[in-house]
């Protein structure tokens, strides 16, 4: 029991097919309470789709997925997961502070404009609070994106590329943020130095199959004497499996 | 002109299927529309009025807010070619009369009887009015662009006087062709469209671009005030967001982006709702008193009207909906459950004046007013949450960037999904028409509507694969 209450995120033999196409292929993890893990991998590796089928947002072909110890699907898991997609589009029709209020009432937090308040100011978003979503820039639209998901403050957080479209200021304060964050913590990303300044751990995806799974020294031991982890990425990556 | 340009520009815009479509419509107008005059199955007034009506509609959309429209990839590849703004300007003209003729087949077929007669010459000046229309109405997009706005007022104003001149009996109009005067009719169409053309050639090398995603965004205004949704319990917030503020989604061409983020206050549409209900009851005995037939049509064509405008405002489903943060924050089939709660109170209460109405009608003596009742608050909001359910599960658009797919490029497989989102429309329109015969037939479908309204909210059945469908056809 206790195992399971430390353990946030299994995952057990997950498949999943669009059509005759396998984008995942009987993965299977764990993730500890607390700790950070990048999904790595090249485009169409099968990230995205680990991320959607965590957050209950596609039905596993095949396979099992326990969020906290329930079904993603059930209000629990909704409650303890912040989920933050690629390209994050937000409500086009409501301005800043209308998606962080509306999305803070459907999730039921207290002290809403309390909480909206902050974000705004953490985020720098005070000057754009009237502004509807379509102005925005994309980088503005992504510091809304990344409020969003963090704004009921979850247990887990789940990030599709959480840097992109943001400016190195903001880069580094996000980053400074979600590392504060005492969270459960997977980001999908094919940018390596993303991942090893939001995470310590790495499962490396390709072609819906897990190649690897480790620490980041560990895989950075992998490589031969001041060889880029870039390089000994991309090696594995291309590997036959 | 460029042939190789024209020919890239056409094959990024329109599908072959849409095209091959688009004829098989045509020929079913045509055959249609020739039956129907040759053998006097419809009275013309209808057609006319709606002919006069819709080219009303699109001019002065043309003079208000004409421009030439490119898509984003044109503006990063196309204009970045090593070619001469005119020669692009020109192809662009070119290409945006194909839409429009496109469009225009959809908008005029159904007027085709209003044209044609017996007589052979309305066959032949037919296709030459309405290519005329077309190029007209085209032309007059980039004469409006280098417009300042008040002349594009005045412009608008002009064509709109002139063109209502022809249900006067003022035969120098091009509004004249729908109202039976077709030779002078046709002669201001034709001469009007060759100068506009010359006039839009002229100015083809002043001409702006702009793409839909800049108009969408210059018309997502900054609000004045921002709405709480501070201390508000789940349903509320969506009750108040879908309720208070009814999106309408538009049209879904780059033309038309700018209205797919509408929403307006209920409170200026109930004032609305009001002044036309009151006006509609103190016409409608006034039409009865002049001709029976047509008083009753009219207590029948209220609720056939408000069903037509709602079934084409709902049918788009959830375009502006993010299942990323609505669905990861509630169970998906409860949310959709409050939206479709909030949408049809919010039609209910637009509907309320009307009805108030047609008890008052009911009272001095038009029996079909409570049938019209039992549509009007019943059966025409139930048709359109039926309509945004089935557009939703069948072929669902999510409006990401300003604008959605254009329909030049749908395939034939989701153009024929999108005509079994009308299905709910059609058998509403038949209960409501059938129902000033048979009044029973109303208590009947309303029964129905009901019924499948509570089973699509309560019912486990059709959401369990809901979400899991709308996210896999990329909606997040």
Redesign the interface.
């Given at each position: 029991m206790a195992e399971q209450e430390l353990c946030d995120l299994e995952v057990r033999d997950l498949s999943r097919t669009f059509g005759n196409t396998y984008a995942l292929k009987k993965v299977s993890f764990k993730i500890l309470q607390g700790e950070k893990f990048a999904l790595l991998g090249p485009n169409g590796a099968g990230k995205s789709t680990t991320l959607k089928l965590l957050t209950g947002l596609l039905k596993p072909t095949s396979g099992e997925i326990k969020i906290g110890g329930v079904d993603p699907s059930t209000k629990k898991a909704r409650t303890i997961m912040g989920y933050l997609p690629e390209d994050a589009s937000p409500y086009q029709m409501l301005s800043v502070r209308e998606n962080l209020e509306y999305i803070g009432a459907l999730r039921e937090i207290e002290n809403v404009k309390e909480t909206t308040d902050h974000l705004l100011d953490f985020f720098d978003l005070n000057e754009y609070e009237r502004s509807k979503v379509g102005k925005l820039s994309r980088g503005t639209t992504q510091k809304l994106a990344l409020a969003l998901a963090i704004i009921h403050k979850p247990k887990i957080l789940l990030l599709d590329e959480p840097l992109n479209y943001l400016d190195i200021p903001t880069q580094e304060k996000v980053i400074t943020r979600l590392n504060s964050l005492d969270v459960t913590v997977i980001v999908s990303t094919h940018i390596m130095s993303v991942a090893s300044r939001l995470t310590k751990n790495v499962i490396m995806l390709a072609r819906g199959v897990i190649r690897w799974e480790g620490s980041i020294d560990a895989l950075r031991a992998l490589g031969e004497a001041e060889e880029p982890i870039e390089s000994i990425v991309a090696r594995m990556m291309t590997s036959a499996p | 002109m460029h042939r190789k340009l024209f020919k890239f520009m056409l094959q990024t815009r329109f599908s072959k299927s849409l095209l091959v479509s688009t004829v098989g419509m045509l020929v079913i107008y045509c055959v249609f529309g020739s039956l129907a005059a040759t053998n006097n199955l419809f009275d013309s007034s209808i057609f006319q009025y709606y002919g006069v009506g819709i080219t009303i509609v699109m001019l002065s959309l043309a003079a208000f807010g004409g421009r030439i429209i490119i898509t984003k990839a044109d503006r990063d590849y196309l204009l970045t070619l090593p070619i001469e703004k005119k020669t692009l300007a020109l192809n662009l003209y070119i290409v945006q009369i194909v839409s429009f003729l496109i469009t225009n087949i959809m908008l005029y077929g159904l007027v085709i009887p209003a044209f044609l007669s017996a007589e052979a010459s309305s066959y032949i000046l037919l296709p030459i009015n309405f290519v005329a229309l077309t190029v007209l109405i085209c032309s007059i997009t980039v004469i409006a662009n280098v417009l300042s706005k008040k002349m594009k007022i005045v412009l608008g104003g002009f064509l709109i006087l002139w063109l209502l001149s022809a249900l006067e009996g003022f035969p120098f109009t091009p509004g004249a062709i729908f109202m039976g005067n077709m030779l002078y009719g046709s002669a201001v169409l034709i001469v009007s469209a060759l100068l506009s053309t010359v006039m839009a050639l002229r100015e083809l090398s002043n001409v702006e671009f702009r793409t839909a995603e800049k108009l969408?965004?210059m018309?997502?205004?900054?609000?004045?005030?921002?709405?709480?949704?501070?201390?508000?319990?789940?349903f509320?917030?969506?009750f108040f967001?879908n309720f208070f503020a009814l999106?309408f989604s538009g049209a879904a061409s780059a033309k038309s982006a700018k209205k797919s983020?509408w929403?307006v206050k209920i409170t200026w549409l109930m004032a609305g709702s009001c002044i036309l209900a009151v006006c509609y009851g103190l016409l409608l005995p006034y039409i009865g008193v002049m001709d029976n037939f047509m008083g009753d049509m009219g207590v029948v064509f209220l609720p056939v009207s408000l069903l037509y405008i709602v079934s084409f405002n709902f049918k788009r489903g959830l375009i502006?909906e993010?299942?990323?943060?609505?669905?990861?924050?509630?169970?998906p089939r409860v949310?959709f459950r409050y939206i479709l709660a909030a949408n049809m109170l919010a039609l209910i209460t637009l509907f309320l004046p009307f009805a108030v109405t047609n008890i008052y009608l009911f009272f001095i003596g038009y029996q079909l007013a409570l049938s019209a009742i039992i549509s009007l608050l019943i059966i025409v909001p139930c048709s359109a949450v039926c309509t945004l359910y089935l557009a939703t599960i069948v072929n669902p658009v999510q409006?990401?960037?300003?604008i959605p797919m254009k329909p030049t490029q749908t395939t034939l497989k989701q153009a024929l999904k999108q005509i079994l989102t009308f299905i709910p429309f059609f058998g509403s329109l038949i209960a409501i028409l059938i129902s000033s015969i048979s009044p029973i037939s109303v208590i009947i479908t309303a029964i129905i509507s009901l019924g499948l309204i509570l089973f699509l909210s309560y019912s486990h059945y059709p959401w369990k694969?809901f979400?899991?469908k709308l996210?896999?056809k990329g909606f997040?």
């Open positions: - | 969408a965004k018309n997502s205004l900054d609000g004045k005030k921002n709405r709480t949704f501070d201390k508000l319990r789940p509320w917030a969506v967001l999106k983020k929403s502006n993010r299942a990323w943060l609505s669905f990861t924050a509630l169970d949310y409006l990401k960037e300003g694969t979400t899991d996210t896999e997040v």
